[in-house]
């Protein structure tokens, strides 16, 4: 408890506590880790700046984040001594592909890049099940025998920094299934001259 870990490479992690609602304490041993559950698991968090952002429920009931590149602000193409690189690789939060594998082709050290990369949780959005994590069956990359993976997990991609995010009121299906959480309108964070927003009207 007197120490800290600023600094250093990380995961973000979304966690369910239940509250008593007569007393509005929340009970500790309630903690269920839906996202994060150990360093393969969690948001990579590789640097200060373009990570973890917003949380919304869909229409549907699902639940979304939005998590940044986890890069440096500046022009980020990977081994970025900026960032905690080395220490995202040497404690499994970043992978490398495998020689000795050929049918492994990962690579997470390539900064912002990340977000082009389906099996990777940097630049996305995520639609979970808000009762286990896993992934929802109706996302566009869906892998039903690995609910838990990053592609599982992803409803949009591509994104710089989506910081904010909301969705549009009276849109979206009320199942699930239905792959319609809603029109989520989302504040990708720029650089020193422009800001953007993008309309996400499906997966994808």
């Known amino acids: 408890p007197n120490l800290n870990d600023y600094s250093n490479a990380s995961i973000g992690r979304i966690t369910r506590y239940t509250v008593n609602l007569s007393t509005f304490v929340v009970l500790a041993s309630s903690r269920f880790v839906l996202l994060g559950k150990d360093q393969y698991d969690g948001f990579p968090i590789v640097s200060d700046t373009h990570n973890t952002g917003a949380l919304l429920f869909g229409t549907d009931g699902t639940l979304l984040a ?29 992978k490398l592909d495998d020689p000795t594998t050929p049918t492994v082709n990962e690579n997470d050290n390539i900064g912002a890049w990340r977000a082009q990369i389906v099996n990777s949780l940097s630049g996305k959005i995520i639609r979970i099940n808000p009762a286990t994590g896993d992934g929802v069956p ?16 992803v409803w949009a991609m591509g994104f710089r920094n989506g910081f904010r995010m909301t969705l549009k009121p009276n849109t979206g299906g009320h199942s699930p299934s239905e792959a319609n959480p809603g029109i989520i309108y989302i504040g990708d964070v720029g650089g020193s001259l422009k800001e953007e927003v993008n309309i ?5």
């Open 66 to 94: 939005s998590c940044g590149e986890s890069t440096h602000y500046t022009v980020d193409n990977g081994s970025n001594p900026n960032t905690y690189y080395q220490q995202a690789i040497y404690d499994g939060i970043l």
């Open 138 to 153: 109706s996302n566009p990359f869906y892998d039903a025998s690995n609910p838990r993976a990053a592609k599982s997990r």
């Open 200 to 204: 996400v009207t499906e997966g994808g």
